[in-house]
């Protein structure tokens, strides 16, 4: 699941992704609609970046140039009718575009092609999306608080599903080998990455007197 800010010149900001992009709200990705506006973007851990170029090209294209001029190293991508086709350029400087009638397949196809070819990395697995570049780690679309060694940890589990590790893999592979403290460490760290996943503190599995796992959901 991706997390999108989808960004549009409707005053406002329409409260309805399915109006700008239908296929958008067939698709399991956690979607954020506000103003386009570069103050939208303020806090945001958004992976990618849609911009509503349905009715104000012009607003959108300088808009783009704004983004550019900031420094956004988020992949962005416009909606476009197949009229707005011909307003396009290089000049935009976009990572895609996005016809307001494309299908469920081929939205989703574009969202993830853009991602990979930005180089940024996403870990994703049972629910489990792992920023790397932003280090940001979310459940079902929600953003969890996590220390930077329950993040490494949950990161490397997420990496291997189900495979098993044991205490002494994952002090090695997660702490550094130049860590002097002990194997209860891991223990204490998954207790309390389990609570931070609520409900979902199944994913991280225990083999009795083996380790531990990271546990898809199906």
């Not at 609609?33 to 170029?53: F, R």
């Not at 956004?72 to 009229?83: A, H, K, R, S």
């Not at 574009?110 to 994703?124: P, T, Y």
């Amino acid at each position: 699941m991706t997390q999108v800010l989808l960004l549009t010149p409707q005053v406002g900001g329409s409260e309805n992704s399915a109006d700008i992009l239908p296929s958008l709200g067939l698709l399991t990705h956690q979607i954020r609609v506000a103003a386009l506006e570069p103050e939208s973007l303020l806090n945001s851990d958004a992976s990618i970046l849609l911009l509503d170029g349905r009715t104000d090209l012009v607003g959108v294209r300088n808009f783009c140039r704004t983004l550019t001029a900031l420094g956004n190293q988020i992949p962005t991508l416009v909606v476009l009718t197949e009229g707005g086709l011909t307003a396009l350029s290089p000049a935009w400087e976009l990572s895609d575009f996005v016809l307001v009638t494309a299908g469920p397949a081929e939205v989703d196809a574009r969202l993830r092609m853009v991602v990979r070819e930005s180089g940024r990395e996403l870990i994703a697995a049972g629910g489990v999306e792992i920023d790397e570049e932003a280090y940001v780690a979310r459940l079902d679309g929600r953003a969890l608080d996590l220390t930077y060694t329950e993040f490494e940890l949950l990161k490397f589990l997420a990496q291997h599903p189900n495979k098993v590790f044991s205490r002494e893999q994952l002090l090695s592979d997660v702490w550094g080998w130049d860590y002097f403290g002990g194997t209860r460490t891991v223990d204490v760290h998954v207790r309390r990455l389990r609570a931070k996943l609520g409900e979902a503190d199944s994913l991280i599995g225990t083999v009795r007197n083996v380790g531990y796992r990271f546990v898809p959901r199906s």
